[in-house]
């Protein structure tokens, strides 16, 4: 089979029309974004020399709404960064069951900073009952852990957490002298979603996290973002953890440019995701969870799931099947690639088990 060149490097059979909802991190940088990393200033951010990183984390801070920003390869060392910070040995933080920081970061936080986590179960809109965060926090006793931060997650399983919760759940922490971190690696879809600015969610929280190569496109990156004295002690973690680059503003002029050109778009690929859902409602055997945002979730009837994954990886559309189907729109899918998807899906259940 002869081959076509996608952007630089990635090798495709021609001819083949791939439909990639396993996530929003498998986008390609568009030319532009090519372009503005080609042309970005650079220098050694070891020294704090590199200005196009410079210019990014004042400009994340400023839109977010923070005295200081940090760059950071992925989102699973900025929050780590983030949790380092604000807790110390014997600390503890407070985090869903199903949160990024608690079950998807190898553990990071009590492996790496010896913080216990005190997982909360997530209702289905991804919130933790505010009875359940109240009941968590240890009193001052030489029995117990020291509670010292609450993180939320947003958005959560594709879920925006509504705005009334958040101000609710950070004014609890504040109340009962709790710190606050967002894991926002989706914030930008969560602010589309809710149409209000994204500081206006940040703004509640003592630090946030935000990832460039989700949604916004990039190839790689995230930010945290917090008072001077958090970044500060979050520096130190980021050089421990061998988070210390150099010419990264190679990297920093992709998320500048995404900032610019990638947030207000994300609304498309929430257009695209109720398309999908839509063409999915009303299959026997399927069940299908309308999306707020770019994720869209279906539950297989009788244990067909991996079945159907196949499937439709046999006709090049791709998703993933951890905690049931979950289906990823984003910038290098469009609607024909959805209506691809959806024609298999139905093809699929149009034959019985
Ligand atoms: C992707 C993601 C992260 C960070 O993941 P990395 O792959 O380390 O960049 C953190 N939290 C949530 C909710 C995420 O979806």
């Keep these: ?103 998807y970061e190898g553990g990071g936080a009590a492996v790496l900073g010896s913080i216990q986590p005190q997982p909360l179960p997530n209702q289905p809109d991804g919130t933790l009952l505010l009875s359940d965060i109240e009941a968590a926090i ?83 990156g995230s930010a945290l973002c917090g008072s001077r004295e958090l970044i500060a002690r979050a520096h130190r973690v980021r050089k421990m953890a061998g988070g210390g680059m150099r010419q990264v503003g190679l990297l920093a002029a992709a998320a500048d440019y995404a900032l610019t050109h990638h947030i207000d778009r994300l609304a498309d690929d929430h257009a695209l995701a109720q398309r999908l859902a839509a063409g999915m409602a009303g299959i026997p055997g399927l069940t299908v969870t309308p999306p707020q945002t770019n994720i869209v979730f279906a539950q297989v009837a009788d244990g067909r799931g991996a079945a159907l994954l196949a499937h439709l990886a046999a006709r090049g559309v791709l998703a993933t099947g951890l905690i049931g189907l979950r289906f990823v729109t984003h910038l290098d899918v469009d609607a024909a690639g959805i209506d691809t998807a959806i024609a298999a899906v139905r093809e699929f259940f149009s034959h019985p088990a």
């Design 138 to 220: 240890k009193p001052d006793d030489a029995h117990f852990a020291k509670t010292r931060l609450l993180c939320l997650e947003n958005t959560w399983n594709g879920n925006a957490l509504p705005l009334g919760y958040i101000e609710q759940a950070t004014a609890l922490a504040k109340r009962r002298g709790l710190a606050t971190h967002l894991d926002g690696a989706r914030l930008f879809n969560a602010a589309v979603a809710s149409q209000v600015p994204a500081r206006e969610i940040t703004r509640h929280f003592d630090s946030v996290s935000v990832c460039f190569s989700k949604g916004l496109g990039a190839p790689v």
């Design 1 to 103: 089979m002869t081959a076509v060149q996608y952007g630089s490097g990635t090798l495709r059979p021609a001819g083949e029309r791939r439909v990639d909802l396993r996530s929003d991190t498998v986008t390609q940088p568009t030319a532009g974004m090519r372009e503005a990393m080609m042309a970005a200033p650079l220098g050694d951010d070891v020294f704090g020399d590199d200005p196009t990183v410079n210019a990014l984390q004042e400009r994340v801070a400023g839109l977010l709404g923070f005295e200081a920003a940090l760059f950071m390869p992925t989102g699973t060392q900025s929050n780590l960064c983030g949790l380092l910070a604000h807790c110390g040995r014997g600390d503890e933080y407070i985090v869903g069951q199903m949160a990024h920081t608690y079950r």
